[in-house]
């Protein structure tokens, strides 16, 4: 049986507040609906059928998800966003055969969409009714101008008017029984719930590419934090638009070219699919970043834009669908001088142009400052490998400096001396022809077969080899850096999993039989000429 993973304490106290707020608002929501089912409505006016449907399935679907939401929100689901995970350049650099597992480990945070989705069905599952009750008189007509952001922010000097109606219904058609609860207090409630989800979303995605790129994190989150504005504006912008003019109760309004005057099913559905195509769009930043870090030349950087296009063409399509309400929303507020419907229609077009200015800079941005964190067990300075080994540390700092030379010039020192048994200077250019090996004692028993080895340059040597120990012993206790490079031990290293193309084994097959043979003919080089001097003492014998 497989062990559930928790993931931390925070998400524990996080699920426990949001089912006990959820579960609050369901159990009113199902009060209130029961309640506008059972109410008298006037003869004159068609019982408000799809309204309450439409209210029902919200808080059906909104319940069904939050069981839903228990698991991936306390346990480890293996997506990164969900988990709380950080992607790192080592995560970046894994080869996934199956697309699938890979869509769930980069898709959208399940607990946190979740959340977000049961939170707006819940705010918007009595959008419709409330402005039907206003259209029949069963509501107070003062609250035409009253949204769910008067219980929070005054936006018009008719707000106060209008809250202080708020509790009030016409009772001619209704019992005199009062209702057992308050509008205002789950309006107000089910709105800090849809903020507190959407603050959440702010967070939980932008947070994966942290360890990568701070500056995309911040970009992220600014981006989310636009939608998040818009579908606030929006939300509040489509209450008024429904009451004054989707349910035609202005009774004196002159017709000046409104494009959804009477349809308010029409607005629903289109501020539906426009809040659907923004959140969809937040989803496109996160695959435009793992496809940008993932690529590791110049040429696959250059040519990928194909995240951007799918963000431009997603920002065309809910322009699409902003056009007719934003159209009607300008109209209305000509009409009606509301401060909520000038500030919407200023923040659509602001909206826009902001999202259209990021997916610019994204796109024509190529170089990315990634953040490696890595702790690699191997570094190559100019060809040559140095292993680290953490059970034997030697500080260098002159290897940490920027001049390239400087930092291998001691490594170098053991390879290249024995090509210059005269001098003592360093090469400028690495031999690639060189091979060196080292014994127990980290001496060199392997040497180019094309210098002969004398006493005299085996004796220099070592003494060079001792200088060089002394002088990093002498570096080790004077000057300890938390920086270290380290000499390699030993023991040799395993080394890591690499897969090769069958070019690349072809040139290193044929480098290899080079190699042998080069080491064939100086063997037999050295052959014929211990024979050629036995022939010649003994003929002089």
Same mark, same amino acid.
């Given at each position: 049986?497989?062990?559930?993973?928790?993931? !931390? =304490? #925070?998400?524990?106290?996080?699920? &426990?507040?949001?089912? /006990? +707020?959820?579960?609050?608002? %369901?159990?009113?929501?199902? @009060?209130?609906?029961?309640?506008?089912?059972?109410?008298?409505?006037?003869?004159?006016?068609?019982?408000?059928?799809?309204?309450?449907?439409?209210?029902?399935?919200?808080?059906?679907?909104?319940?069904?998800?939050?069981?839903?939401?228990?698991?991936?929100?306390?346990?480890?689901?293996?997506?990164?966003?969900?988990?709380?995970?950080?992607?790192?350049?080592?995560?970046?650099?894994?080869?996934?055969?199956?697309?699938?597992?890979?869509?769930?480990?980069?898709?959208? !945070? =399940? #607990?946190?969409?979740?959340?977000? &989705?049961?939170?707006? /069905? +819940?705010?918007?599952?009595? %959008?419709?009714?409330?402005? @039907?009750?206003?259209?029949?008189?069963?509501?107070?007509?003062?609250?035409?101008?009253?949204?769910?952001?008067?219980?929070?922010?005054?936006?018009?000097?008719?707000?106060?008017?209008?809250?202080?109606?708020?509790?009030?219904?016409?009772?001619?058609?209704?019992?005199?029984?009062?209702?057992?609860?308050?509008?205002?207090?789950?309006?107000?409630?089910?709105?800090?719930?849809?903020?507190?989800?959407?603050?959440?979303?702010?967070?939980?995605?932008?947070?994966?590419?942290?360890?990568?790129?701070?500056?995309?994190? &911040?970009?992220?989150?600014?981006?989310?934090?636009?939608? %998040?504005?818009?579908?606030?504006?929006?939300?509040?912008?489509?209450?008024?638009?429904?009451?004054?003019?989707?349910?035609?109760?202005?009774?004196?309004?002159?017709?000046?070219?409104?494009?959804?005057?009477?349809?308010?099913?029409?607005?629903?559905?289109?501020?539906?699919?426009?809040?659907?195509?923004?959140?969809?769009?937040?989803?496109?930043?996160?695959?435009?970043?793992?496809?940008?870090?993932?690529?590791?030349?110049?040429?696959?950087?250059?040519?990928?834009?194909?995240?951007?296009?799918?963000?431009?063409?997603?920002?065309?399509?809910?322009?699409?669908?902003?056009?007719?309400?934003?159209?009607?929303?300008?109209?209305?507020?000509?009409?009606?001088?509301?401060?909520?419907?000038?500030?919407?229609?200023?923040?659509?077009?602001?909206?826009?142009?902001?999202?259209?200015?990021?997916?610019?800079?994204?796109?024509?941005?190529?170089?990315?400052?990634?953040?490696?964190?890595?702790?690699?067990?191997?570094?190559?300075?100019?060809?040559?490998?140095?292993?680290?080994?953490?059970?034997?540390?030697?500080?260098?700092?002159?290897?940490?400096?920027?001049?390239?030379?400087?930092?291998?010039?001691?490594?170098?020192?053991?390879?290249?001396?024995?090509?210059?048994?005269?001098?003592?200077?360093?090469?400028?250019?690495?031999?690639?022809?060189?091979?060196?090996?080292?014994?127990?004692?980290?001496?060199?028993?392997?040497?180019?077969?094309?210098?002969?080895?004398?006493?005299?340059?085996?004796?220099?040597?070592?003494?060079?080899?001792?200088?060089?120990?002394?002088?990093?012993?002498?570096?080790?206790?004077?000057?300890?850096?938390?920086?270290?490079?380290?000499?390699?031990?030993?023991?040799?290293?395993?080394?890591?999993?690499?897969?090769?193309?069958?070019?690349?084994?072809?040139?290193?097959?044929?480098?290899?039989?080079?190699?042998?043979?080069?080491?064939?003919?100086?063997?037999?080089?050295?052959?014929?000429?211990?024979?050629?001097?036995?022939?010649?003492?003994?003929?002089?014998?």
């Amino acid at each position: 049986m497989a062990r559930v993973k928790l993931i !931390s =304490l #925070s998400r524990i106290w996080y699920t &426990i507040i949001v089912v /006990l +707020i959820h579960l609050i608002l %369901v159990y009113y929501g199902i @009060k209130q609906c029961y309640f506008n089912d059972r109410l008298l409505w006037p003869k004159s006016s068609p019982s408000p059928k799809f309204e309450l449907l439409v209210q029902k399935i919200c808080l059906l679907i909104s319940l069904v998800l939050l069981f839903i939401f228990i698991y991936p929100s306390l346990c480890r689901i293996g997506n990164y966003s969900n988990d709380n995970r950080k992607i790192t350049t080592a995560d970046l650099k894994k080869s996934y055969i199956d697309i699938f597992s890979l869509l769930w480990q980069h898709c959208f !945070s =399940l #607990s946190s969409t979740l959340h977000l &989705i049961m939170s707006f /069905l +819940i705010i918007i599952s009595t %959008v419709l009714i409330h402005a @039907k009750q206003i259209m029949v008189g069963v509501k107070d007509s003062a609250l035409l101008w009253h949204t769910d952001f008067d219980l929070l922010f005054n936006w018009s000097s008719s707000t106060s008017i209008a809250m202080s109606m708020s509790k009030r219904l016409t009772t001619s058609n209704i019992n005199s029984s009062s209702i057992p609860f308050s509008f205002d207090s789950y309006s107000r409630l089910s709105l800090l719930n849809f903020l507190f989800a959407s603050f959440i979303c702010i967070l939980r995605e932008p947070h994966v590419f942290w360890s990568i790129s701070k500056l995309f994190s &911040i970009i992220y989150s600014f981006a989310i934090a636009l939608n %998040v504005l818009q579908w606030c504006l929006m939300y509040g912008a489509l209450q008024l638009l429904l009451k004054n003019l989707c349910y035609n109760t202005i009774e004196s309004r002159n017709n000046i070219g409104y494009l959804l005057s009477n349809q308010p099913y029409t607005t629903f559905f289109l501020y539906l699919l426009l809040e659907f195509l923004i959140y969809i769009s937040s989803i496109t930043f996160y695959y435009y970043a793992y496809n940008r870090f993932k690529s590791s030349s110049n040429y696959e950087r250059c040519s990928n834009y194909c995240p951007s296009l799918i963000g431009i063409i997603i920002l065309l399509l809910y322009t699409a669908c902003k056009m007719p309400l934003v159209h009607d929303i300008f109209l209305l507020y000509i009409q009606t001088r509301l401060r909520l419907l000038f500030i919407t229609f200023i923040y659509e077009i602001i909206h826009i142009l902001l999202i259209l200015a990021l997916w610019i800079y994204l796109t024509t941005k190529l170089n990315w400052n990634i953040n490696s964190q890595e702790n690699s067990s191997s570094r190559f300075y100019h060809g040559l490998k140095v292993q680290n080994n953490p059970m034997q540390t030697i500080s260098l700092p002159e290897l940490n400096k920027d001049k390239s030379y400087e930092k291998v010039r001691i490594f170098q020192s053991e390879i290249y001396y024995h090509n210059r048994p005269k001098n003592w200077s360093l090469p400028l250019n690495q031999q690639s022809s060189i091979m060196a090996t080292f014994d127990n004692d980290d001496d060199i028993i392997t040497r180019s077969p094309s210098y002969p080895i004398t006493q005299n340059n085996n004796n220099n040597e070592i003494q060079y080899r001792n200088a060089i120990r002394k002088t990093l012993s002498s570096i080790n206790n004077s000057h300890p850096q938390p920086k270290a490079v380290f000499l390699r031990s030993n023991t040799p290293p395993i080394p890591p999993v690499k897969k090769f193309t069958k070019e690349q084994v072809d040139a290193a097959r044929l480098r290899a039989q080079q190699m042998i043979y080069q080491q064939q003919r100086a063997l037999d080089y050295t052959q014929q000429q211990q024979r050629h001097s036995a022939a010649l003492l003994i003929s002089q014998v």
